[in-house]
């Protein structure tokens, strides 16, 4: 089995480490858009249909700038090649759509990476969600602070729309995805961003209020702004009880009761912390790809097909754009004051 990976930043490398557990694999391709070293351990090809059949392709991860997925995953389903887009997968819903459409028709894996799915911690919340242990739950609080600075964003494609998107759409949208995933898809939602247009052109601070279908309520707050990485959790409160997911990629389990705090080991796991550390990633990327590379497993365990996740796309839109409709209706209130004049 040959592999290729198309992009080798953070996350390509980190890839490439994790695929070395995989006995099958007999080579790994690696496209990028720098000269790379040669090594042993990959080969540099060109981008094209002709490399793609001639090195016997059969699967592809994609772990490029967000805006730069849709290309690389088009061209790999038209060839036939099952794909894994990094988060957010696309930025557009056509060209969500159209993936949908194309790998359904080449009957091929197009999944998204979701990784936190597949934590202890997450799973341990989906399990007491659904057993109903804290009873009706009328409260998630979910919050991520974050430190992000001016270097951070100096890279061309960061902080923009057309090719990443602000907080929303890069550093939370694994939180984002975590709360629709244990408590269902929004039917009803009032934001608030904020920017700081010295460091990106989107957002750096997010407060979203969200009604699920189920009419269970979620206060939502991200931002980048904070001098350091202070927090990303999930507080969930029902009526029977309070317990909280948090670590930097929702890894650790842990009982409220008045002051004090149980950690639940037995469902936590312990990963590095920083910004875009190796372990920060967590373990879900080698559950992932035992599952996308078994040719017995169709479908993801937790639901990674990007067909399963369009919403979290719509929402993310909805938002945006409800910004932009915001900001039209003040130009339109003062048209019309200085019009009554």
């Known amino acids: 089995m040959n592999v290729l990976i198309i992009g080798f930043g953070t996350a390509g490398r980190y890839y490439l480490k994790i695929l070395k557990s995989f006995k099958k694999i007999k080579k790994i391709f690696i496209v990028d858009d720098l000269k790379l070293p040669k090594s042993n351990k990959y080969t540099q090809i060109q981008f094209n249909s002709k490399e793609l059949k001639k090195n016997s392709i059969k699967y592809a991860i994609i772990s490029t700038p967000s805006g730069s997925h849709y290309d690389y995953a088009l061209k790999l389903v038209n060839n036939s090649i099952n794909t894994l887009i990094e988060k957010p997968f696309v930025l557009n819903l056509y060209e969500a759509k159209n993936l949908i459409k194309k790998s ?10 979701f990784q936190n799915r597949y934590n202890l911690a997450l799973k341990k919340l989906v399990q007491v969600v659904n057993k109903k242990i804290l009873g009706k739950i009328f409260l998630i609080d979910c919050s991520l602070i974050w430190k992000r ?41 009032s934001s608030i961003l904020s920017y700081n247009k010295k460091k990106l052109e989107a957002e750096d601070l997010a407060l979203l209020n969200l009604v699920h279908d189920n009419n269970t309520l979620t206060s939502f707050k991200a931002t980048t702004r904070a001098d350091s990485n202070y927090r990303s959790a999930m507080d969930v409160i029902g009526e029977k009880g309070r317990v909280l997911v948090k670590g930097i990629s929702l890894n650790t389990f842990h009982y409220l009761k008045g002051n004090d705090i149980k950690n639940d080991k037995k469902n936590s796991e312990e990963f590095g912390i920083g910004a875009g550390t190796i372990g920060a990633m967590g373990n879900g990327h080698l559950k992932i790809l035992n599952e996308f590379f078994s040719k017995k497993i169709k479908n993801s365990s937790q639901k990674l097909e990007i067909r399963n996740n369009m919403h979290v796309l719509s929402l993310l839109h909805s938002i945006y754009n409800s910004e932009k409709l915001k900001i039209l209706n003040k130009v339109l209130e003062k048209e019309s004051v200085l019009g009554k004049k």
Do not use: E, M, T
Not at 104 to 113: A, D, L, N, R
Not at 167 to 184: C, P, R, T
């Open 104 to 113: 359904k028709s080449k009957k091929i894996k197009c999944w998204v990476v």
């Open 149 to 189: 600075d001016k270097k951070y964003y100096s890279s061309p494609w960061r902080g923009k729309y057309r090719s990443d998107g602000g907080v929303l759409s890069n550093q939370a949208i694994h939180l984002l995805d975590a709360v629709i995933h244990v408590f269902g898809k929004v039917k009803k939602f």
